[in-house]
């Protein structure tokens, strides 16, 4: 277990390490970035800007510096949004939260389900329908989920805003708790559509597998139905993984929840993320970045914890 | 006509897909610029035989324009998943063939690059290359080894054990004439497989990222960018606009996968035979 945690810390500082190099190495200037094109300051007041920020020191020392000032909970002020990092990005994680947990219960609930429907049904229509349903969301960008959701239910239809995540122009405060929801439900809906392919393809699996199995075999010879052997000997095998799946998935849904918010105007972490690399916010895209390892991290920690401690063949293993 | 045996069947759909695939990324490229270019007289028509994906608001052809656009993501999704596979490769070989630090340097790499969210690391590598299409070239093929690597790796590591290799090794062959001569060609059925599964990643990812507005001038027909410019005019309620660039593209996309399916199929040992 001591381990895993210290190959974990090394890879956070790797991971901050690279994505550090990486913002640093572009050709966008971060001074002009920071004063805009069209302001025209001498080549001295940017030297000095420069100087004053530290651009004249060698990567490693600016890494550091960072990694210092990132300790003490200062991550530098955002560009695009005049504020300090550590406040966008806490605003805006709780707008993404909301969204990726939303989209995360129900595409692992409702993969779940449609694995299991079509496990049992193996071969049958079901199974096809489910299959071929699973196979063409595989190869459906989020974004283009999104985009068609929008121009069903919210153009033609007209159930739906277009965009964001209260109503325009109204304030923070006024907002009521169901027009949150009510500009939420598409978010949500492209995200966890996206979202099921996966884990109902590998439930299909698993539940194919179990039914094959001797003790299957031996609970159908004694006569019990299908819904009874699904429930005794199916559920709890399945469950395992398909929650380690859900959990180690967090990198796609990250990945997704930043198309789907750019479709949606949704200001959540990945706006955040495309505004500041768009407008070159080195800080903020930095920001960003390691905020999103952190999370897949967190995932991928949960899901290895949790297989150890849910599935009894290895906490018996690690104990002896 | 006779009926096709089952490898006969796998060949030919294979190969129809790949006819189509090459069609349509011949037809962007010898594609005339006028075709998708703006017709101010023809502005936001809905599809019809003339312009069988309809128009957009500045008049161009959105059939010609979808062409185009996956003809470019073909021909920079190939490039850039060639790449990455290549790198796949060798790391993957080196690291299992070499083992020892080695192997722990390139497996810590591999998770490193995987702990970073996909899209995020996209960002990353465009923003490093200064955005514009080299950023978005520069990402798709920089981002997409490190799970084919873990494959590869993991099957050579599995070969190395067996009975051929070690033999090998007795009569005296070098570590490089081993990998070279014995452990290369039972992986390259799984890199083959594994380099047409990069390709729709690589499509996807594209799109992706050129949808967020990341490289490509507004002007150069990408999916990704036709998607984009739809969202913009999205309450004009043109919806051919979103539902067939969008769907010629899963359509792509999903070829790439089927054809993938139907190569392991036809090279791998176990159901080659059949």
């Known amino acids: 277990m001591g381990s895993t945690l210290l190959r974990m810390i090394l890879l956070l500082f790797g991971v901050s390490a690279i994505s550090f190099m990486l913002v640093i190495s572009s050709p966008i200037d971060p001074v002009e970035a920071f004063v805009g094109s069209e302001s025209n300051i001498s080549k001295e007041q940017k030297e000095i800007v420069a100087e004053y920020w530290g651009l004249d020191q060698p990567p490693l020392q600016r890494y550091l510096t960072w990694l210092k000032n990132l300790f003490h909970g200062d991550m530098g002020d955002s560009i695009a949004y005049k504020k300090p990092v550590t406040q966008v990005l806490a605003e805006r994680f709780a707008t993404s939260c909301v969204l990726m947990l939303t989209a995360w219960l129900i595409s692992g609930a409702l993969g779940f389900v449609l694995g299991i429907l079509a496990g049992i049904c193996s071969g049958k229509w079901p199974d096809k329908i489910i299959k071929t349903f699973c196979f063409v969301l595989s190869s459906t960008p989020a974004f283009w989920m999104g985009l068609l959701l929008l121009v069903i239910f919210a153009v033609n239809l007209g159930w739906f805003p277009v965009g964001f995540a209260v109503p325009v122009g109204k304030s923070a405060a006024d907002v009521t708790i169901g027009e949150r929801i009510h500009h939420l439900i598409l978010p949500a809906l492209t995200l966890s559509i996206t979202g099921v392919a996966n884990i109902a393809l590998h439930t299909r699996q698993k539940i194919i597998d179990v039914m094959k199995s001797r003790y299957v075999l031996f609970a159908k010879a004694r006569g019990e139905n299908t819904w009874q052997i699904l429930k005794r000997h199916g559920l709890r095998n399945i469950a395992i993984p398909a929650i380690t799946l859900q959990f180690a998935s967090f990198s796609e849904l990250f990945g997704g929840s930043v198309l789907a918010e750019q479709v949606f105007s949704y200001p959540g972490l990945g706006n955040a993320a495309t505004v500041a690399g768009i407008k070159g916010d080195a800080p903020l895209l930095l920001g960003v970045a390691l905020f999103s390892v952190l999370f897949v991290f967190v995932g991928n920690l949960t899901a290895n914890i949790l297989y150890g401690v849910i599935n009894p063949q290895i906490r018996e293993g690690t104990e002896s | ?274």
């Open chain 2, 1 to 274: 006509m006779k009926k096709m045996n089952r490898r006969t069947k796998t060949v030919m759909l294979a190969a129809a897909i790949l006819l189509i695939l090459a069609a349509i990324a011949i037809a962007g490229l010898v594609m005339n610029a006028d075709s998708y270019g703006p017709d101010y007289g023809a502005k936001k028509l809905a599809p019809s035989a003339a312009h069988l994906f309809g128009t957009d608001y500045l008049g161009r052809d959105m059939f010609c324009r979808t062409i185009k656009g996956l003809s470019n993501s073909i021909l920079l999704g190939t490039a850039a998943a060639g790449f990455s596979a290549c790198v796949a490769l060798i790391l993957g070989i080196v690291s299992a063939a070499i083992g020892g630090t080695v192997d722990k340097v390139i497996s810590y790499l591999v998770d490193l690059f995987m702990g970073i969210p996909h899209m995020v690391l996209l960002m990353l590598i465009s923003f490093a290359a200064g955005k514009g299409l080299k950023g978005v070239i520069l990402g798709v093929a920089l981002s997409h080894w490190p799970n084919l690597t873990r494959v590869i790796r993991g099957e050579v590591l599995q070969v190395k054990n067996m009975q051929f290799v070690k033999a090998a090794q007795k009569l005296g062959k070098t570590k490089t004439q081993v990998a070279y001569q014995h452990i290369f060609p039972h992986v390259v059925s799984q890199f083959i497989v594994g380099l047409i599964l990069l390709f729709p990643h690589a499509i996807l990812h594209e799109a992706g990222i050129t949808f967020l507005g990341f490289g490509l001038s507004v002007d150069t027909p990408a999916i990704g960018i036709i998607l984009s410019e739809a969202l913009k005019h999205i309450s004009t309620g043109m919806w051919w606009l979103v539902l067939f660039p969008g769907g010629l593209l899963v359509l792509v996309v999903m070829m790439f996968d089927k054809l993938g399916d139907y190569i392991r199929l036809l090279i791998d040992p176990a159901s080659a035979q059949e």
